[in-house]
């Protein structure tokens, strides 16, 4: 199934792990509801800095990021290789920050990008 954000991914595993638990998951319970409660408040805080970052972010690029999170007005975005960073550190300096602060809905004064290829590799892993 094709998801339109990772929160929204991230709900449906919970949704999933949460059906599958028997009588001995019932402990986890009250964790497990915890946990989806902070991911639906994650997912409403980050839905307007979401739908801005898929319309700012050049298109090329955007099956080479991923949004990692937003704390204190620094939206946090995880790049596939150095070669992406750099290409998007060029376009957040030249206008591309300020646009993407205008157009969200969520406050971003920052964007951070991380060199992280983990969201992105698609191998399994072999044992």
């Given amino acids: ?9 991230q709900l449906a595993k919970l ?3 949460a059906q599958a638990r028997d009588h001995t998951g019932r402990a986890l319970g009250g964790a497990m509801a915890a946990l989806q409660r902070k991911v639906k408040r994650d997912a409403r805080r980050l839905a307007g800095a979401d739908e801005a970052w898929n319309t700012t972010c050049p298109p090329h690029l955007l099956d080479r990021t991923a949004i990692i999170g937003l704390s204190r007005g620094e939206l ?5 290789d ?19 602060a205008r157009q969200s809905a969520a406050p ?17 892993p072999t044992s």
């Fill in 15 to 17: 949704r999933e792990q």
């Fill in 108 to 124: 971003i004064q920052r964007v951070r990008l991380t060199l992280d290829a983990r969201p992105f590799s698609h191998s399994e």
């Fill in 1 to 9: 199934m094709d998801y339109a954000s990772p929160i929204e991914h």
């Fill in 82 to 100: 150095s070669a992406t960073m750099y290409e998007l550190d060029r376009c957040m300096r030249s206008g591309g920050e300020a646009a993407l």
């Fill in 76 to 80: 946090r975005i995880a790049v596939a």
